[in-house]
């Protein structure tokens, strides 16, 4: 008969067992009255300052847990309590409030700036706390209607600060909650979105807010901004212009025009390579429709018109002669369309440089540059001056000394001629 035999065992030796996970009641509320005691006790004095920052030194050593804490934090230090929905400080009797907070500051820069600065100090310990502001922030921003005008543009000036500052905050994180219809529509957003861009450019440039908004998805949607029934390019640029905005509705202008004559550029290519096509009046028709509606320049039509043209153009197993004369066919038929634009020297520079860049890309044409040239020439496109101007000083540098070659005969020509002209004068 077998027996088991037994397994050994360690005499005294203590097994160790997992310990269960063990929930720790949420109370907000404590934290909140630790939050606003040490602030409280840390004041000293009317210097603002010096109070914010003596309070963080004692915020650092002090055991309370921010990591699961961290939006009551900032909301304490926003509104001086926890915050409800509507943005209101939750009312309860034997809550702490804070004094001073940012909604209690002037609506002012400089009044809400220490707040920013210690945000940055707070955050640059405990970087996850990140997270907790941005979320703060749009909770703010979800409840502007619910504040007045003051108060919307405290909470303007800090984001704006918060952003300048660089305090880490990621844009689209807090900015997109702006995006919501019913304050819209009231124009509770424009107001905010004015205060916001109004402060952040008094110390950042134009550059640096387009960076901003590209981040945030929102540099195409300024004008979602408006409610619907001013949703128009009029009242964009007469707001922002009173409010002392110019380089915000210049930078506007610029992107419409840029996604105008993208359209334009997809139009007037459809309207080229019909078959038929459709007649050079028709094209020209559309094009100064457009140039009217959106104010749109001359310099970058003819850029369009011109690309427009030689891409219409087929140079699948052309060789280098029948890809030029298919140039001076197409430059001949719609020489209507370039001359009605080239309208000063400007322009016909502005032309010849955008010329050359095209050249310069597409290997093709790269040594048949002079000859278009001479064609948009003879077609009544470009002027001798704007020429003579380009081969002296104004050629872009992009294959500048090859082109500045190829091009020396038909410069010396030119020359001859002025020359001549001159002598029978």
Known sequence: ??????KPTLAGAQIKTRKRNIAVPLDPSSFADAVVEIFQDSKEGDDLEKNLQAAVKVLESAELDFSRYGETLFEVLFAGGRMAAGGNVVSEKENKRLEFTVMNAEADKESILPYIKMFQQLIRRRPFLIKSL?????KLLKSLDFYDNAARHKVAIATARVFSMKVGVLPDRVLMSLMN??????????DFITAFFKDYLATDSMDDLV????????????LDFFPPQRRNLTDFDAHFKAEGLTKLVEHNNKKVAEKQLEGLKTELAEMITQDPPIPVDDC????????AEFALADAELVKII???????????GKNGQQILAAVLKQIKLNAKLLTSFTTSGRVESSLINHVQV????????LKLFSQILRILYDADVLGEDAILFWY???SHPKGRNVFLHDVEPFIKWLEEAEEEGEEEE
């Open 358 to 365: 095209y050249c310069y890309e597409d290997s093709k044409l």
């Open 181 to 190: 219809d019913r304050m819209i529509a009231k124009g509770t957003i424009l």
């Open 392 to 394: 002296k000083r104004g």
């Open 284 to 291: 020209l028709a559309a094009v100064k429709a457009k140039k």
């Open 1 to 6: 008969m077998s027996t088991k035999e037994a």
């Open 211 to 222: 960076q901003l908004l590209r981040k945030a998805r929102l540099d195409d949607r300024l």
């Open 134 to 138: 941005e979320n703060t922030l749009s």
């Open 306 to 316: 011109f690309t427009v043209l030689i891409d219409a153009i087929s140079t699948v």
